[in-house]
């Protein structure tokens, strides 16, 4: 993974003096509220419910050892240890405190850490594939080029201050893991027919109250230009996006005002004139170096056939169950990648404590694991498993409730903090994403309904992605009593949808049965072994309608 | 107060509104829309002529004109309006401008390190920025990631070098 | 309908309501029920309190008050004075 060197040490610690600097105007007056608000927002550090909240970065989801240690000391030294994984692959603190900010910066410096722009209107973290590196269809490690867009989007001096935030998501495969499509700014890893890599970017993406799928603005994108094609998209954003209401700010709203085609003609027109200049061209030294950060660990030469795998299924139900589901394929022979649940049925999905977080770095260093990754559902993922650590790596998972054997099952519920934390939120999720885990806590019956995902949001900004659950869950409030609504049918992989609002919502009594009536919807039609979203797309909503509302 | 480059300076233009007649002599500050309407006039006084480019405008419009003009001052009107560091870039870049860029308005000495690396070399202070606030925002963060029109060199270059030097030396 | 002032602590965030007899409070239970004629200058004052850095944001929520005892209307307030009600051991409720 990414080392910093001198100039990223520099940098991160420079940053951190500066937010102490600002720290120092809000409480000594010289800064107001609204003045110091952007400024604690590209660090990170929100007003919510009940006190501050800081949103850690984690770049494309990546972290070592060392690293996930000083996330635990810090959510027990600054905060009520416990951290929360969030849907962009960055950790929430829900309870700092403002003066302490500064030092918790500099805690994270030691680490190459940072909350730089992780909030903000500004470009965030580049998000990528949990799988990079490890992942059959790779294509490129996409971490490569999201470290390369990090870097050029830190304090850019024309983008700090846009419309509105920015999200840039790179998936290295065909297959999207990375929900590029639902982003501002999606880049998809290609090979042309010349079996060169080049990069096919899409624009205007995102969820909220008016959600898209975005558009294909570079079809192929040359590796020396990439960053001009950024920034080309970028300025035309800054110029053009609206800024009189918040609502309709994001680059989606751009794209769909003017138009995809004019859209790439302006990128086009704006990355004519950046390219000519030459200053942004990526030199090959630059990807190489980077990319030499992301050369894969040093695999032994492994089988697949490990009879002691087999054997500890054969002996472990528990383990069983688990490698049904949260083990994946690896390209190396003998490997695994290992999806670690934070979904325990009834617990708050996402979030993990600093004794978690220590046990796992314990762990990463017991079965030499490099990294740990997060993914943007809110789970955790070792990479490179050899297969025949996995049953002593699962027993010790299942000590740490970390085993939950439910990976994309329908107790694997993707749930934003909701009203139970957040100032912007409607309505509660994570107990409704509870609920709807205890109901369907057998594992059998998990099974027989497969891969389900199920996306709830406390409000309409969708941290939860309900727009693309295959069923989504929008929390609102509906005179004054909180109220559900479902949506059917999203998904954020390459085969992106947005889910169709199924009717009236339900209360909190009421909406863990309509969940139900939703999936035994599916189990009656379902046919050949369809996976629910494939049963939605083939009969339609009206099904599913009628189930609901008939009575 | 008026810095420019560095140094505490008067301001030589007066400041005109729109339908104000222009004195006979000496250097005068008029609103874009003006200037497009009564360019070859306020040209032809033959004094020193800066324009003044306000929210929601774009400075493309000068086009060539700008060679002629003394400044061009950006008005910000509220900081969140980022606009204003592309329109500083895109006069210095694609206009080739290379007289004065002053930033006037509500903006943050937070901001000044950007502005000034996206061509800005002027900045009117409001009561709370003093010239020492300026000079530490330009200072605060060494070094940056990504080019721009200060051409500085970037990180990556830095890197560059640095492991040329190294791979020489060892 | 009565309301009750409450805003964050600037430094430690922590959620506050006004009682003019004793400031600041850190419990709900202690916080002064506002009538509707009362609120809105209580709002405009608390306006100083923003400029002394004490706390930010302060706004006011609407309260029923039964058999002497208020409660705020909206869900948002009373988690907002409670704490996260899937973590029990956590903010104010957990004392």
Known sequence: ?551 | MLIKRGRIVDDPFLALADGEPAPQSGAILVSLKRFGAEKDALLARGFPLAVRVAAGESPQSLSDDVHKLAAVVLLVGYFKDGRAFSWARLIRTRLGYKGEIRISGHFLKDQIAFFSRVGADAFDLSENISPEDVDLALKEISNVYQPSVDGRRTIPELRGRMNERRRLAS | ?95
């Open chain 1, 1 to 551: 993974m990414y080392r910093y060197d001198e100039f990223d040490s520099r940098f991160v610690h420079e940053r951190a003096e500066q937010f102490r600097g600002q720290v120092a105007r809000r409480l000594s007056g010289e800064l107001s509220e609204d003045e110091f608000k952007p400024l604690r927002l590209m660090n990170g550090l929100y007003l919510q419910l009940h006190s501050y909240m800081l949103r850690i970065a984690i770049p494309y989801g990546t972290l070592s050892a060392r690293q996930l240690r000083k996330l635990a000391f810090i959510a027990r030294a600054y905060d009520r240890g416990y951290g929360h994984f969030t849907t962009r692959q960055n950790l929430q603190l829900h309870w700092v405190q403002l003066p302490k900010v500064a030092d918790v910066l500099v805690d994270l410096a030691e680490v190459e850490m940072h909350c730089m722009q992780t909030s903000g209107n500004c470009v965030r973290n580049v998000t990528a594939d949990h799988f990079a590196g490890a992942a059959k269809d790779e294509i490129e490690d996409p971490r490569i080029l999201s470290e390369v867009v990090r870097q050029w989007s830190t304090l850019h001096p024309e983008f700090s201050f846009l419309p509105r935030k920015f999200k840039i998501a790179v998936s290295g495969s065909d297959a999207d893991r990375a929900a590029i499509m639902i982003h501002d700014i999606g880049i998809q890893i290609v090979k042309n027919d010349e079996g060169e890599i080049g990069y096919r970017v899409f624009v205007g993406g995102g969820l909220g109250r008016t959600p898209f799928i975005g558009h294909e603005v570079g079809h192929f994108v040359g590796k020396c230009d990439i960053l001009a094609f950024l920034e080309a998209v970028m300025r035309v954003y800054n110029e053009s996006g609206r800024r009189d209401n918040i609502h309709k700010a994001r680059i989606k709203i751009l794209v769909h005002q003017i138009g995809p085609k004019e859209m790439r003609h302006r990128v086009e027109a704006e990355f004519a004139e950046i390219r000519q200049m030459g200053v942004l061209e990526l030199p090959e030294g630059e990807i190489a170096r980077i990319a030499a950060y992301f050369t894969p660990p040093d695999f032994e030469a492994l089988t697949d056939e490990c009879p002691e795998f087999e054997a500890a299924k054969r002996s472990s139900r528990g383990f069983a169950d688990w490698v049904k589901t949260n083990v994946h394929a690896h390209k190396m022979p003998g490997y695994a990648i290992a999806t670690v649940s934070l979904k325990p049925i009834g617990k708050t999905p996402g979030d993990c404590s600093s004794d978690q977080m220590d046990a796992l770095a314990d762990l990463m260093d017991e079965f030499t694991q490099p990294e740990i990754r997060v993914t943007h559902e809110q789970n955790l993922v070792l990479p490179h498993v050899r297969r025949k650590d996995l049953f002593a790596l699962w027993q010790s998972l299942d000590t740490l409730e970390l085993a939950t054997p439910n990976h994309g099952l329908v107790t694997d519920i993707i749930s934003c903090p909701g009203l139970d934390y957040c100032d912007l939120a409607n309505a509660r999720s994570i107990n409704i994403a509870q609920e709807i885990a205890k109901r369907f806590s057998d594992l059998e019956r998990q099974h027989d309904l497969g891969e389900l995902k199920i996306k709830i949001s406390g409000c309409i900004n969708a941290c939860g992605h309900h727009h693309v659950g295959h069923i989504g869950i929008l929390g609102v409030d509906k005179k004054g009593v909180e109220n559900y609504q479902i949506l059917l049918g999203g998904s954020g992989a390459e085969d992106a949808s947005l889910g169709e609002i199924l009717g009236p919502g339900f209360d909190k009594e009421g909406i863990v049965d309509a969940v139900e009536n939703v999936i035994a919807t599916y189990t009656d039609l379902r046919q050949d072994g369809e996976r629910f979203l494939d049963t939605v797309r083939r009969v339609g909503a009206i099904p599913f309608k009628e189930r609901l509302y008939a009575h």
């Open chain 3, 1 to 95: 309908m009565p309301q009750v002032l409450t805003a964050n602590r600037l430094q430690v965030g922590e959620v506050v309501y006004w009682n003019s007899a004793q400031g600041w409070v850190d419990s709900f239970a202690e916080a002064e029920v506002l009538p509707d004629d009362k609120a809105e200058d209580v709002l405009k004052d608390a306006a100083e309190w923003v400029t002394k850095r004490e706390v930010v944001a302060p706004y006011l929520f609407e309260v029923r008050v039964k058999d002497g005892v208020a409660v705020p209307v909206k869900i948002r307030e009373r988690i907002r004075a409670a704490g996260p009600t899937i973590r029990t051991d956590l903010g104010k409720q957990a004392g």
